[in-house]
């Protein structure tokens, strides 16, 4: 389908299965713009809060819609009940005194929702194409990627030598097909493997002194202080060795 360009409410039957988007009009070399909620509204006036109902006092009354609503300093997102009561998509602290609240329709409580009745397929969505981000996620968002609703056993997955960096790429973590590492500025930090850890500098834990040689501990548990190296050799049995100066 070239350059669609169609408002299609829900039911409306526009859209049907093995449709092709090639191109959007006023969006050269777009393959596919998704934009839900139509014309954006601002709605401001006064609410009260009970078991996250959010009902009308005063200014203008609610129309259907999804809308993000801003209490004090504060912004949930509530969807439309009634033309005098709002239902919270989230928790909303109650308040029986009116309060000033900000709103906006033309929000979507969700861009792309892809929803299958008991079926089973190899992928959802594919991105098959050579681009710089395969996903780009941009915009205000308190979470960007959310899976805890899911029951995937695996979130993400990499192979050996793929990274997932936390600092643009100046700190990442991967797996070398080995063990874990984590690199800062293309400089591995660290590395674990099953039965070594290995670091580039100096391993560093707070002074502590078990309490007596019999402190609770679990076998390989250490600790050191001034003065000795303390070992958990046995369950809550610990061992020294005295420091001494060079």
Request: glycine letters at 12%; hydrophobic letters at 35%.
């Amino acid at each position: 389908m070239n350059n669609f360009n169609k408002d299609c409410g829900p039911g409306g039957g526009c859209l049907s299965a093995g449709i092709f988007f090639n191109g959007i009009s006023g969006a050269p070399n777009t393959a596919w713009i998704y934009s839900g909620g139509g014309t954006t509204n601002t709605y401001k006036g006064s609410v009260t809060v009970a078991k996250n109902s959010v009902n009308w006092v005063s200014g203008a009354k609610f129309v259907p819609a999804i809308y993000g609503i801003r209490l004090g300093d504060k912004f949930y997102r509530a969807h439309y009940v009634s033309p005098t009561q709002l239902a919270g998509d989230v928790a909303i602290p109650d308040t029986s005194s009116p309060v000033g609240y900000t709103a906006q329709n033309a929000m979507v409580h969700n861009g792309i929702y892809l929803q299958g009745d008991n079926n089973v397929s190899d992928s959802d969505f594919i991105s098959a194409t050579s681009a710089y981000h395969g996903i780009n996620i941009s915009g205000h968002h308190h979470v960007a990627f959310n899976a805890s609703g899911d029951s995937a056993p695996y979130v993400l997955l990499a192979r050996p030598g793929q990274s997932l960096c936390l600092n643009g790429f100046d700190g990442c973590v991967s797996d070398d097909g080995t063990g874990l590492v984590y690199g800062q500025k293309g400089r591995r930090v660290f590395q674990a493997e099953l039965h070594r850890m290995t670091v580039s500098g100096f391993l560093n834990s707070p002074l502590a002194t078990p309490p007596s040689s019999r402190a609770a501990c679990a076998p390989g548990d250490w600790a050191h202080d001034v003065n000795f190296v303390y070992t958990c050799v046995a369950p809550n049995t610990w061992k020294r060795a005295a420091l001494s100066s060079w």
